[in-house]
């Protein structure tokens, strides 16, 4: 069972350049989270979404869009990257809405802007 | 302002010793408060979850507590190992499906 797996692990990039990041769960959940997760601050969502085919901003979306298309996706895309964005970017998910249970997280991806 | 406090920052411990970790919150509507613990270059993994009503909640040497008149909670950690060098992260659910406040973690290096 693999929970989240985040695709690419790392990633450098130049200003200006777009890429995806995916995010891929296998445990039928409905909630799935960006985050990112910058030195000396806590963790930031970025995007969110309830269900296939929605999404919805959340605390630092500009710069960031994102797909749901398929449950067990969510992708989150850089249209034209800044060295603002240079982080860690996790993805998590969540069985659905009031639940006590925990957000399984992936491992992250590693992104440079330079 | 919806806001989760950690402290301290960083922790040396020798391996074998306990230590007791602090959050402090101020989150409204609150729903549950989380422990999360994040290895070096790894996604936060759930250690503990505790709803208004619950005190303490255990897992395996890792205890938590959780003071709802005060908005403090503790992770006290018994009898340290070296795999217990990791940040650990205090999460507060807001009752709003999405809505995580997360603080900025402690992280704690365990010394053979």
């Known amino acids: 069972n693999a929970g989240v797996t985040q695709t690419p692990k790392f990633r450098v990039l130049k200003t200006g350049q777009s890429m995806t990041l995916l995010c891929a769960q296998d445990?039928?959940?409905?909630?799935m989270y960006w985050y990112r997760q910058d030195p000396g601050m806590g963790l930031r969502l970025i995007h969110y979404s309830v269900g296939e085919g929605t999404t919805a901003k959340g605390e630092v979306p500009d710069g960031y869009n994102v797909s749901r298309l398929k449950k067990q996706n969510f992708l989150l895309g850089l249209e034209s990257a800044a060295p603002s964005q240079t982080s860690v970017y996790f993805c998590?998910?969540?069985?659905?809405?009031?639940?006590?249970?925990?957000?399984?997280f992936g491992d992250g991806t590693r992104l440079s802007i330079l | 302002k919806n806001q989760v406090e950690q402290s301290p920052q960083s922790l040396i411990i020798l391996e074998g010793k306990n230590c007791t970790l602090q959050?402090?919150?101020?989150?409204?509507?609150?729903?549950?408060l989380r422990w999360y613990k994040q290895d070096t270059g790894r996604g936060p993994v759930s250690l503990t979850i505790?709803?208004?009503?619950?005190n303490t909640k255990s897992n395996g040497r890792y205890t938590a507590t959780l003071d709802a008149d005060t908005k403090q909670s503790s992770l006290h950690i018994t009898a340290s190992q070296l795999s217990d060098s990791a940040s650990y992260i205090c999460?507060?659910?807001?009752?709003?499906?999405?809505?995580?406040?997360f603080g900025t973690g402690t992280r704690l290096k365990v010394l053979a």
């Open positions: 445990m039928n959940h409905e909630y």
């Open positions: 959050c402090n919150y101020t989150v409204s509507p609150f729903s549950n």
């Open positions: 998590a998910s969540t069985p659905g809405a009031y639940s006590n249970q925990p957000q399984h």
């Open positions: 999460v507060v659910s807001l009752q709003v499906a999405y809505k995580y406040i």
């Open positions: 505790m709803t208004f009503s619950e």
